[in-house]
Nanobody, 116 residues
Framework: QVQLVESGGGLVQPGGSLRLSCAAS????????MGWYRQAPGKQRDLAAV?????TTNYADSVKGRFTISRDKDTVYLQMNSLKPEDTAVYYCYFRARGVFWYTYWGQGTQVTVSS
């Protein structure tokens, strides 16, 4: 029942910046983890950055120091600076929470392309 709406992808030159956003609606769960996984063509989908309800963050080593994740309740933001061509991927918003059971939801994905 949770809907994830993400936006902010696009084409940017190396060294540029983008800001992604993802809003979760329809959840009554107060404790959750939100963020982004990314998948490049022919590659596995891997964690980029996530953040818990209490503000604990986890970043892929490849983005540390360049990406910053933040959230306001059920809206999460990913500020991506100093972008590199290897950051090119589809970025999927991620929502995981527990009620009686654990629930995982995925956004529709947004394309990020870093190219000159």
């Amino acid at each position: 029942q949770v809907q994830l709406v993400e936006s902010g992808g696009g084409l940017v030159q190396p060294g540029g910046s983008l800001r992604l956003s993802c809003a979760a609606s329809g959840s009554m769960l107060s404790i959750s983890t939100m963020g982004w996984y990314r998948q490049a063509p022919g590659k596995q989908r891997d964690l980029a950055a996530v953040i818990t309800s209490n503000g604990t963050t986890n970043y892929a080593d490849s983005v540390k120091g360049r990406f910053t994740i933040s959230r306001d309740k059920d809206t999460v933001y990913l500020q991506m600076n100093s972008l590199k061509p290897e950051d090119t991927a589809v970025y999927y918003c991620y929502f995981r929470a527990r009620g009686v059971f654990w629930y995982t939801y995925w956004g529709q994905g947004t394309q990020v392309t870093v190219s000159s």
